[in-house]
């Protein structure tokens, strides 16, 4: 995600240097000190000389990142909607197949263009598809959904957290052999992670 830095933390009067990483629900900081901080428990975030400064439960943290301060700030009293981390625009044509999601679907037809729940037709690719997926038997689906999206588009495979019956090696290996690169992971829902796969750029067609 772009969200991790070495730093230095100071809490509840001790001084540690470690590291510093912004995930989906916690900020995590692992060193000398260990601390754990839920967004959700996060009162305020501010940014000062390179300093991110938390407040959360009554109490109060300082990470000295450096320039990046302000972006984690920021990350954190703005987190992107679901929709601006899977690259949702208006005027995009979606497929969701296999998708039980039905927030999810709401939002996604309240943003784009055009949205479906089947598999779109090879003279009219779509610029995101996005498939549902329980078990690994159903990546067998993958090659072919990988020549309905547009140059530039994307299939995102969205499958269960933690699950031994589809793994996140196994889902990159289906990519791979579909001719598709992994590029971006994001945390779709609690219980759901999503991938993304897109055709590499030197096998996209010249426009």
Do not use: N
Request: glycine residues 10%; aromatic residues 6%.
């Amino acid at each position: 995600m772009g969200y991790d830095a070495t730093c230095t933390l100071k809490f509840d009067g001790k001084t540690s240097r470690g590291i510093a990483q912004l995930e989906h629900k916690d900020l995590v900081f692992r060193g000398t000190l260990r601390l754990a901080i839920p967004l959700a428990a996060i009162s305020g975030a501010t940014a000062r000389a390179g300093t991110l400064f938390v407040e959360f439960g009554g109490k109060s943290a300082e990470f000295t990142i450096g320039t990046a301060a302000e972006k984690w700030a920021k990350r954190i009293t703005s987190p992107p909607a679901r929709l601006d981390k899977l690259g949702v625009k208006a005027g995009m044509t979606i497929a969701a197949i296999g998708i039980a999601d039905e927030g999810f679907l709401t939002e996604v037809a309240e943003r784009a263009e055009k949205v479906t729940r089947r598999a779109p037709a090879a003279t009219r690719p779509a610029d995101l598809i996005f498939y549902g997926v329980d078990h690994r038997d159903a990546l067998g689906e993958f090659a072919s959904l990988a020549r309905l999206i547009r140059p530039d588009g994307a299939v995102w495979i969205v499958r269960p957290k933690g699950r031994k019956d589809i793994t996140e090696a196994e889902t990159m290996a289906a990519g791979k052999r579909a001719g598709l690169v992994d590029v971006k992971v994001v945390s779709f829902s609690d219980t759901h992670t999503a991938e993304k796969f897109v055709i590499p750029v030197a096998k996209r067609p010249r426009r």
